[in-house]
C-alpha cells in the first residue's frame, strides 16, 4: 500500500495511509503525491484513492413558486437598474442630467459674472487710481512750475538789484575820474605855462608825472565805461530800463 501527501494550496503534509487520508476527508481535486509520481496529481487521477474520496453533493437550486416565477418572469422582461425599472430609470437619468446641467451650467454663468464684475470692479479701481496719479502728478508739475517761477522772479530781481547797485557806483566812480581827469588837464595847462623858479628839467618832470596821470584817469574811465556797457548788455535780457538809473558818459 502506497502512503500519500497531500497540499492543501499552502503546504503540503504527511504521508499518510489510506485510512488517514479517508479521515482528512480528501476530494477529487486535492493535490497528492507518492513515491513513484513524477509531479502531483488530483486525487481523482489516482486509482487507489477513488474509493476514499469524499463526495460532495451539489448546490441546492432554489424552489421555484408561481409567485417567483411571475417575479422571475417580470424581471427579466422589465429588468432593474439600481432598484428602478429600466423604463422608468432612464428617463429620470435623463431629467437629473438635465436638472445637473442646467444647475452647473447656471452656477458656471453666475460665476463667470462675478469673475467679470471682479474684474470691471478692479478696473475701474485701476482707472480711478491712474486718474488721481495723473492729477497728482500735474499738480505737482503746476507746484514745480510755480517754484521755479518764483525762484527766477527771485533770481531775477536780485540781479536787477545788483546791477542797479553797480551801475549806480559804475556812474559815481566815472563822475570821480572824470573831475580828476580834468583836474589833470588844467594841471597840465598850468604846467606848460608856468616858470618861475624852475628849470628845464623840473618842468620836463612835472609835466610827465601829470600826463601819467592823465593817462592813469582815461584807462579807468574806459574800464568803467566798458564794464557800464556790459551791464547794459545783461540788463536788456531781464529789463530794458532800469528806472531811476541816469547815464553817465
Known amino acids: 500500500m502506497n502512503t500519500y501527501y497531500i497540499h492543501n494550496g499552502n503546504e503540503s503534509t504527511g504521508p499518510f495511509g489510506l485510512d488517514e487520508l479517508r479521515s482528512k476527508k480528501i476530494t477529487k481535486t486535492t493535490p497528492v503525491w507518492c513515491q513513484g509520481m513524477e509531479d502531483w496529481k488530483y486525487a481523482e487521477e489516482v486509482m487507489e484513492l477513488k ?16 409567485t417567483q416565477t411571475t417575479k422571475a418572469i417580470d424581471k427579466e422582461l422589465n429588468p432593474k437598474i439600481l432598484g428602478i425599472k429600466k423604463d422608468v430609470f432612464f428617463p429620470v437619468l435623463i431629467v437629473l442630467v438635465l436638472i445637473i446641467g442646467t444647475v452647473s451650467f447656471n452656477l458656471f454663468e453666475e460665476n463667470r459674472k462675478n469673475v467679470l464684475e471682479q474684474k470691471n470692479t478692479v478696473t475701474e479701481r485701476n482707472n480711478q487710481q491712474f486718474l488721481i496719479q495723473q492729477r497728482e502728478i500735474e499738480e505737482q ?11 527766477l522772479e527771485r533770481l531775477t530781481t536780485e540781479r536787477k538789484q545788483q546791477i542797479s547797485s553797480r551801475l549806480l557806483d559804475i556812474q559815481k566812480q566815472l563822475l570821480d575820474d572824470i573831475r580828476n581827469l580834468e ?31 592823465i593817462e592813469h584817469w582815461i584807462t579807468e574811465i574806459d574800464k568803467l565805461r566798458k564794464e557800464k556797457d556790459q551791464i547794459y548788455l545783461e540788463l536788456e535780457k531781464i529789463q530794458p530800463k532800469v528806472s531811476g538809473v541816469t547815464d553817465v558818459n
Open 141 to 151: 508739475k503746476i507746484r514745480i512750475a510755480e517754484q521755479e517761477r518764483k525762484e
Open 183 to 213: 583836474e589833470a588837464k588844467n594841471k597840465l595847462v598850468e604846467a606848460n605855462d608856468f616858470e618861475f623858479l624852475r628849470t628845464t628839467d623840473e618842468k620836463s618832470e612835472e609835466i610827465s608825472l601829470i600826463q601819467r596821470d
Open 51 to 66: 474509493t476514499i474520496l469524499m463526495i460532495v453533493p451539489p448546490p441546492l437550486k432554489p424552489i421555484t413558486t408561481p
